[in-house]
């Protein structure tokens, strides 16, 4: 069963840092692109970032270009995005999402339960 | 505003059918594949429709997609209670290299 336990959300004041990480299990990580996702409070789905399976590939929604930078760990099958210059809109919950398939085209298929970030004074 | 379209809310009565519609572009819709979700309240989303118009296994065939030319739609008969929702179309836009979601749509059944 596909697993994803996302962590490293809370309360940080604007200009602050965060990282957020997504411990996967039940799949072979390695050969999955995998994404994080973001909603604000009473708002939509907002793509955030996505890396493929090797890491070769990253890709960053506008908003968070420059700011936030996404990794993983193959080896402890673990993903991470740190958050640096944050501003009160990325008060969001952040979701981490695999990949539904390891083909070119796939999108988010399995999602965690997702981690509040509060961007605060 | 969202890159793809969708109606912020469509509603009909238990048993019957409702449509929800997502519009793009060429560099979208046209030439990518798209994903539904749906999201009940206080829950991470969960996928109902992969690659147009497959659908996850544990999804029931009441659920149904299409894609022709840059729209997609979402079917959804034989409506229950707990089918209200908030869905969400998704693709990937190959001009922005980005992942993009519609605004969603809130699913009230009546």
């Known amino acids: 069963e596909v697993q994803l336990v996302e962590s490293g959300g809370g309360l940080v004041k604007p200009g602050g840092s965060l990282r957020l990480s997504c411990a996967a299990s039940?799949?072979?990580?390695?050969?999955?692109?995998m994404n994080w996702v973001r909603q604000a409070p009473g708002k939509g789905l907002e793509w955030v970032s996505s890396?493929?399976?090797?890491?070769?590939?990253?890709y960053y929604a506008d908003p968070v270009k420059g700011r936030f930078t996404i990794s993983r760990d193959n080896a402890k099958n673990s993903m991470y995005l740190q958050m640096n210059s944050l501003r009160a809109e990325d008060t969001a919950v952040y979701f981490c999402?695999?990949?539904?398939?390891?083909?070119?085209?796939?999108?988010?298929?399995?999602w965690g339960q997702g981690t509040l970030v509060t961007v605060s004074s | 505003q969202s890159v793809l379209t969708q109606p912020p809310s469509v509603s009909a009565a238990p048993g019957q059918k409702v449509t929800i519609s997502c519009s793009g572009s060429?560099?979208?819709?046209?030439?990518?594949?798209v994903f539904w979700y749906q999201q009940l309240p206080g829950t991470a989303p969960n996928l109902v429709i992969y690659?147009?118009?497959s659908r996850p296994s544990g999804i029931p065939d009441r659920f149904s997609g299409s894609k022709s030319g840059t729209s997609a739609t979402l079917d959804i008969t034989g409506l229950q209670t707990g089918d209200e929702a908030d869905y969400y179309c998704?693709?990937?836009?190959?001009?922005?290299?980005?992942?993009?979601f519609g605004g969603g749509t809130k699913l009230s059944v009546l």
């Open positions: 690659e147009n118009d």
């Open positions: 890396i493929s399976s090797s890491g070769t590939y990253i």
């Open positions: 039940g799949f072979t990580f390695s050969s999955y692109t």
């Open positions: 998704a693709t990937w836009d190959s001009s922005l290299r980005a992942v993009i």
């Open positions: 999402a695999r990949d539904h398939g390891s083909y070119s085209g796939s999108l988010p298929g399995y």
């Open positions: 060429s560099s979208n819709i046209g030439k990518n594949y």
